[in-house]
């Protein structure tokens, strides 16, 4: 796993007798991978949801999973949502917006877009700090990931404010602590496993001698766990 600049890395990687290369990373350059990959080396974007064809690449479908938070949002009767989102910069952070933006927007809620910065449990603090100004104040929060969820959920509950009585929020990824009592996480969990196996199965028949074995299904479904951050508003808004 790589930082933010993976143009400086993967030219590094250059210098170095390296058979094959699995980058995972949530700000990427593809143009970087494929110039590495036009020179021998089987790359492999590692939850990295890419339209280019010609890059081997392998995640959660984030279209799918968001769509489904969003569409359990509207079916419970919320509709004053925003979305806590990474960097901007960030592809992942970009695909999963759009996706909700785009599934919210078809049962006619619109999608306020709230940057957080990062992916992290402070990003999310933080934000819960700007929705405590907000008015008038989202009844729920959709974030781009599981950290900035617990962070929101944190910072809005120390300010008072109930979830998800007051704010429903939602996240993404699945990590272990969503599903703790604290958190009690609606999110969309991602097949950790079963994608890396993939991968490494992947990477195996590159480093085999043969072509390899292309990528049939680029993406994999997450799982939605509905649990006890998302209130039913349908008789308070009905």
């Known amino acids: 796993e790589i930082g933010t600049d993976l143009g400086r890395v993967l030219r590094a990687v250059r210098s170095y007798q390296v058979d094959a290369l699995v980058v995972s990373a949530m700000i990427i350059d593809p143009s970087a991978a494929a110039s590495l990959q036009a020179s021998g ?10 339209d280019e064809a010609s890059l081997p690449s392998m995640s959660v479908d984030a279209d799918d999973g968001m769509a489904q938070l969003a569409r359990h949002l509207l079916d419970t009767g919320h509709n004053s949502i925003v979305f806590a989102g990474g960097p901007r910069s ?27 910065g990062e992916f992290t449990y402070d990003a999310g603090l933080a934000t819960a700090a700007r929705l405590l100004a907000a008015e008038p104040r989202p009844d729920a929060v959709m ?5 900035i969820a617990f962070g929101v959920i944190d910072g809005l509950r120390a300010a008072g404010v109930a979830v998800p ?30 994608l890396v196996g993939r991968a490494s ?38």
């Open 41 to 50: 080396v089987p790359v492999l974007m590692f939850n990295y949801q890419g």
């Open 90 to 116: 960030s592809h992942a952070d970009r695909l999963r917006y759009r996706a909700a933006a785009e599934a919210l927007a078809a049962g006619g809620v619109p999608c306020r877009y709230v940057e957080t």
């Open 165 to 194: 009585g007051d704010v429903s929020v939602t996240g993404f990824d699945g990590l272990p602590q969503a599903a703790w009592k604290a958190y009690d996480l609606t999110t969309v969990e991602q097949p950790v496993d079963e």
């Open 201 to 238: 199965r992947w990477i195996l028949s590159a480093l085999g001698g043969d072509e390899p074995v292309p990528l049939a299904e680029r993406t994999m479904p997450g799982v939605l766990r509905l649990r006890g951050t998302v209130a039913d508003r349908r008789v308070r808004n009905g």
């Open 143 to 147: 974030a781009a990931s599981d950290a």
